[in-house]
């Protein structure tokens, strides 16, 4: 992703003036002056770059998935930072319209009889299972009343696919979402850090996209 969002930048108008990896992650006073980062690492870097970030103004992009758990105890820690953050599992633009298009679906149907279940498949060298993705429409579908199954496949060079399905006994109801390849995530990782530049607080792409 890091690589993707360096290629795609530029048709962004955005401006790379720095690249941190695993080598210089531990060292924060190395990191260059920037308005924005975009982080897209591991889980168990998450917190601490954050704390970083913070307490060098410079608001943040969080892609990253698998860290969750600690959502709630980063907000309350970076509330009263004079950052933005805006966190999402996934970037892609049509993913989160699908989002809210899955959710108003739950609310329709649970209510109606029908169960509701979810799959996604990603490529074999995706190291989280159910994907984050995945996890953000099962909290969103749950809203309609019922629990949600999550089934998921990894294999070959999926970019990613998600399907909602809601099943009746006599008929059945299946929204998709198909990446064709990553520079979705990585394109709506770059209209991100336009729009958290200048803004304080803890946002989502629901928020960007005024959904």
């Known amino acids: 992703m890091g690589r993707m969002i ?5 048709e962004h108008d955005v401006d790379v003036v720095g690249r941190v990896t695993s080598n210089d992650a531990a060292n924060p006073q190395t990191w260059p002056e920037a308005d924005v980062a975009i982080d897209f690492s591991s889980p168990s870097a998450v917190a601490s770059t954050a704390r970083a970030l913070a307490d060098r103004g410079i608001s943040l992009v ?6 969750q758990a600690e959502e709630a105890a980063l907000r309350r820690e970076l509330a009263s930072s004079p950052i933005g953050v805006i966190a999402a599992p996934n970037f892609a633009i049509g993913v989160n319209v699908f989002f809210a298009i899955a959710e108003r679906s739950a609310e329709l149907l649970v209510q109606r009889g029908f169960a509701p279940w979810i799959h996604e498949a990603h490529h074999s060298a995706k190291k989280d299972a159910p994907s984050g993705t995945a996890l953000a429409l099962q909290r969103l579908v749950e809203t309609g009343g019922a629990p949600v199954d999550v089934s ?3 294999a070959g060079h999926i970019p990613g696919t998600h399907t909602v399905g809601f099943d009746s006994p006599a008929e059945m109801i299946t929204l998709t979402h198909a990446a064709r390849d990553r520079s979705a995530f990585a394109r709506g990782a770059l209209v991100a850090a336009h729009w958290i530049r200048g803004r304080r607080g803890w946002f989502s792409m629901k928020d960007l996209l005024d959904l």
């Open 6 to 10: 360096d290629a795609l930048a530029d």
């Open 62 to 67: 969080l892609g990253t998935t698998g860290w």
């Open 152 to 154: 998921s496949t990894r």
